[in-house]
């Protein structure tokens, strides 16, 4: 009926373990999921999917990457537009480090927008086009080329 202090603290100490016990497995657990993410995010990237292609033996590898971007706007009989580039030179060459060689590079032009307005003071109107650019790159395995005999 009435626990003596040595059986109830006996039974704290358990309830501690067990809760500690808990703690370490939603820690681990956790600590397995931020890993995978990681994992995930680095498959995912230029790099990552380089190197699975890699490893499966594949003897071609494409990968697409924006290398710029126009933004534009029309409004109130106005236009403006703002231009960025990033250059993919060293993802390109971090793919080379890894076995890969570049065989091809394409570009397009993507549209993703286009608004219009009204010109004042004259008739017709204004249009702005906002896209990217994506370069389109191919390398071939290195480590598959024969030698020549």
């Known amino acids: 009926m009435f626990k003596s202090s040595e059986e ?41 999917a380089a190197t699975t292609a890699m490893e499966a033996g594949q003897a071609f590898f494409e990968i697409q990457l ?30 080379e480090k890894l076995g890969w060689r570049l065989e091809h590079a394409g570009y397009y032009f993507m549209v993703t927008g286009e608004t219009s307005t009204d010109r004042v003071f004259v008739s017709g109107e204004a ?15 290195t480590r598959l080329e024969q030698p020549a005999g």
């Open 8 to 48: 109830r603290e006996a039974a704290r100490r358990e309830r501690e373990a067990a809760q500690a016990q808990a703690a370490e497995k939603l820690a681990e657990q956790e600590r397995q999921a931020a890993e995978e993410r990681q994992r995930a995010q680095w498959l995912a990237s230029p790099q990552g």
């Open 127 to 141: 249009t702005v086009i906002s896209g990217v650019t994506v370069g389109v790159y191919l390398f071939r395995n």
């Open 66 to 95: 924006q290398v710029g971007a126009h933004t534009g706007n029309a409004s109130f009989g106005a236009t403006d537009s703002r231009r960025t580039v990033a250059s993919s030179a060293a993802i390109l060459g971090e793919i």
